[in-house]
């Protein structure tokens, strides 16, 4: 699944912009068990790290899900989970018709 995500963002137009970024805060801070969010933007990739009230694999899931729901463009959107223990991250990509599009980390613990 890595490798397809990977051919997948080489032909996604990766954005970072004041619009997207603040659809992820205000839609994050909205969900439910989440106590606290860092969002930062390195070289076009947004990291979102989310800090819930009590961690458990299905709140995570549950928590991601609802996150995809919010903020995914409609036309396409691909994600892979890694379970780290005490957090879990997902690599996400979500684009528009025309190939434009952004990528996260989320991170949640």
Do not use: W
Request: charged fraction near 30%.
């Amino acid at each position: 699944m890595y490798k397809v995500i990977n051919e997948y963002l080489g032909k996604v137009n990766l954005q970072a912009n004041d619009d997207i970024y603040r659809k992820i805060v205000e839609y994050v801070k909205d969900i439910p068990h989440v106590i606290a969010c860092t969002v930062t933007v390195n070289f076009k990739r947004y990291v979102v790290d989310i800090k819930l009230d009590k961690f458990g694999l299905y709140r995570a899931v549950e928590i991601f899900n609802q996150f995809d729901k919010g903020i995914s463009y409609p036309y396409s959107s691909i994600h892979v989970r890694f379970n780290e223990g005490s957090c879990v991250r997902y690599r996400y990509v979500t684009c528009r018709e025309d190939k434009e599009g952004f990528y996260c980390d989320v991170l949640i613990r």
